[in-house]
């Protein structure tokens, strides 16, 4: 299977695309969206969701991951990336109908690399132990990207909670419990 993650973002996104063969997993490709050309926030909206639509055709992912908010301190950022999301998510739900799911930073963190408030770095470096060694990323939104798309292959057969979130597990279990079910699905 084909896992797109995005990192979204309201000026830029990072994408990243992994394949799932059976209990291993394969970088294919990440990258950056920049949409800070465009000055007009209300005009980088369209710029969004066509940018969304190319990725769906380019790749043909099987699923999609994408970041939940976050909380920011300042409300018109919060606003800004919510209705860039909203772009995203349009694009993605035309083809991908309950193909798309969201999972948060906290638990992206510890499903990667252990620790849900794991430093950049580090998630990097379990994504290196995971995905390969000689991976490297331009951006941090590259390697976040490709966190969301990992996340969601060790997760998506996972139990989702109350709220339809897969369950964060205390002790930054969630990587062990992911490969628990790839080992009996």
């Known amino acids: 299977m084909l896992f797109l993650g995005i990192d979204p973002g ?5 994408f990243g695309l992994i394949e799932q063969k059976g209990r291993t997993f394969k970088y294919i490709d990440s990258g950056s969206l920049a949409y800070d050309k465009v000055p007009n926030f209300m005009d980088r909206l369209g710029l969004i969701y066509d940018s969304c639509d190319a990725l769906i055709k380019k790749y043909d992912p099987d699923e999609i991951a994408i970041e939940s908010l976050i909380y920011v301190k300042s409300i018109p950022s919060l606003a800004k990336l919510a209705q860039a999301r909203g772009a995203m998510i349009a694009a993605f739900m035309r083809t991908h109908q309950e193909k798309v799911f969201e999972y948060s930073p906290n638990l992206v ?3 990667v690399s252990g620790h849900g408030h794991a430093t950049k770095e580090s998630l990097e470096k379990g994504l290196k132990l995971i995905l390969g060694v000689g991976l490297e990323f331009k951006s941090h939104d590259e390697s976040d990207a490709v966190a969301i798309a990992l996340c969601h292959g060790l997760m998506r057969n996972v139990p989702m909670g109350k709220k339809g979130h897969a369950k964060t597990l205390k002790g930054g279990s969630s990587l062990k419990q992911a490969f628990r079910h790839l080992e009996n699905s």
Do not use: D
């Not at 309201?10 to 990072?14: T, V």
């Open 109 to 111: 963190k510890s499903t």
């Open 10 to 14: 309201s000026r830029k996104a990072g």
